[in-house]
């Protein structure tokens, strides 16, 4: 069974059916997928726009999470500052019953964000690296704008995220702020 809205060049199309039986698999796929649409339901704007390419798959059986997801949004722009291309790519290691997440960006010839890490549902920890290079600061500039009124400037270096989620550890490793302005 399948479902397709499509509509000024972009298409959602859901197929498929997660169950317990291991032949089942849910399939979202989207093509020019205009994600501005999430703005409203983050509560703030957070100047997300961008058309995203992709898809997403819950594998069944249902007990065994499996998610798969390989998605590439282009034009994409994060607190109305352009981040360029971002892929995102989820994988579900059935040895270790964690997802393992990549999220990359290519931006004017440059990498400046590159993140991988390892969530264990079971656990509910994660473990993760961000390897920043002359990132925008401004990006989180809608999260922290009752503490500073004006976000600009880089950072570089490389961060690194590990624990329980309700208490994670952070840390870093040669990160700088370049002609940064808070």
């Known amino acids: 069974s399948s479902i397709e809205f499509i509509s000024d060049g972009q298409s959602i199309d859901v197929s498929g059916r997660a169950s317990m039986n291991r032949?089942?698999?849910?399939?979202?796929?989207?093509?020019?997928?205009?994600?501005?649409?999430?703005?409203?339901?983050?509560?703030?704007?957070?100047?997300?726009?961008g058309a995203m390419t992709g898809s997403v798959q819950l594998t069944s059986p249902m007990s065994s999470k499996g998610l798969?997801?390989?998605?590439?949004?282009?034009?994409t722009?994060?607190?109305?500052?352009?981040?360029?291309?971002?892929?995102?790519?989820s994988n579900w290691d059935e040895d270790f019953?964690?997802?393992?997440?990549?999220?990359?960006?290519?931006?004017?010839?440059?990498?400046?964000?590159d993140i991988s890490g390892k969530l264990t549902p079971k656990t509910r920890s994660l473990e993760a690296t961000a390897r920043l290079n002359r990132?925008?600061?401004?990006?989180?500039?809608?999260?922290?704008?009752?503490?500073?009124?004006?976000?600009?400037?880089?950072?570089?270096g490389t961060i690194n995220v590990d624990g329980p989620?309700?208490?994670l550890e952070i840390s870093s490793d040669g990160t700088r702020l370049d002609d940064a302005m808070l």
């Open 68 to 75: 798969l997801a390989d998605l590439l949004c282009d034009s």
């Open 23 to 49: 032949k089942d698999t849910l399939s979202l796929n989207l093509n020019r997928f205009d994600i501005s649409v999430l703005n409203p339901l983050l509560g703030s704007n957070f100047g997300i726009k």
């Open 135 to 156: 990132l925008n600061v401004g990006y989180v500039e809608p999260m922290l704008k009752d503490i500073f009124s004006e976000m600009d400037g880089y950072i570089s």
């Open 97 to 113: 019953e964690r997802f393992d997440i990549n999220v990359r960006n290519e931006f004017n010839g440059s990498n400046n964000l």
């Open 77 to 89: 722009y994060l607190a109305d500052k352009p981040l360029g291309t971002v892929t995102v790519a």
């Open 165 to 167: 989620l309700k208490s």
